[in-house]
């Protein structure tokens, strides 16, 4: 039965996974399956917390509670220490530029906003897509000059990154793309708690594809275990991938039943190797995290990053 032997496993080609944080109180009425921050194995517990950062200045989240089915599982399958030690040139820079236009974007949909005499968002999520799409979205260029940019609006109010004024930027893609992602994140709880998995993962599908098109960071390698999920599909027990991890990606959530993971990700693996010609590690199970040994916050200071009281 799929609906009982349900998993998502993180195919990790790059980097590891982030911190652990912290997780929900088990519930003794369900078996225990991993739960998954972002897209993350967090530590095996009875309930699937989905955490969606809301919006590029903090890490704020909306947290919603979904019941899994259980026996479904999540892989990371991560490339040669090579490739680990590569992305951080190749994408870096990359990842700060979509950093600095989803911040321009927000900067001019607040200066709209204020004429418009509205109070001006935090973050990016506060918008559905049908206000971003009706009130900001023909406003926005789909680039900008930084200097043209500071000349107009003096700050994009990000205090991580610096507007290069030589520098062009890119803006409606990385200022669109956690507005929509905002919208598929709701609606994927919505399908899991519904048992269809099937649009539970068009949703993973639909994120890569923003992530790859709006804010160019996803890679060759990255895109071929996604697109080699969903050659198998569903009829084979795999319902979605998609790209996740820190910054720049490098890791691939798949979503499938627990005898598809097994049976085809070592398949898919090697195809990886023998096209790309590179073996990568695939990783599943978790560990108590946060949930055993809790979470440490921070807050950015005068004097760089804190222990936060």
Known sequence: ??????????????????????????????????????????????????????????????????????????????????????????????????????????????????ASRLAPIQYLTELDVDAFEKNYRAALPDAMRGSDFLARYQSHDDPITQIQPDATYRVLGPTAHPVYENERVLKFIGYISQGDLIAAGECMYAAHESYRTNCLLSTPEVDFLVAQVRARGASQGLFGAKITGGGSGGTVAVFGTQDALQREMPAIASEHQRLIGVAPDIFEGTSPGAYEFGAMRYALGAHGWVRAS
């Open 1 to 114: 039965d799929v609906v009982d032997r349900l998993g998502v496993q993180l195919v990790d080609q790059h980097v590891r996974a982030g911190p652990d944080v912290d997780h929900e109180v088990p519930d003794a009425d369900l078996r225990p399956v991993p739960e998954v921050v972002v897209g993350r194995v967090r530590g095996a517990v009875r309930r699937v917390r989905i955490d969606i950062a809301l919006g590029v200045h903090d890490h704020q989240a909306l947290r919603a509670v979904a019941g899994l089915p259980v026996q479904r599982e999540v892989v990371l399958v991560r490339d040669g220490e090579d490739a680990v030690r590569r992305l951080p040139r190749r994408l870096g820079t990359a990842y700060s530029g979509v950093r600095v236009g989803a911040f321009m974007g927000k900067r001019i949909i607040n200066h709209l906003r204020a």
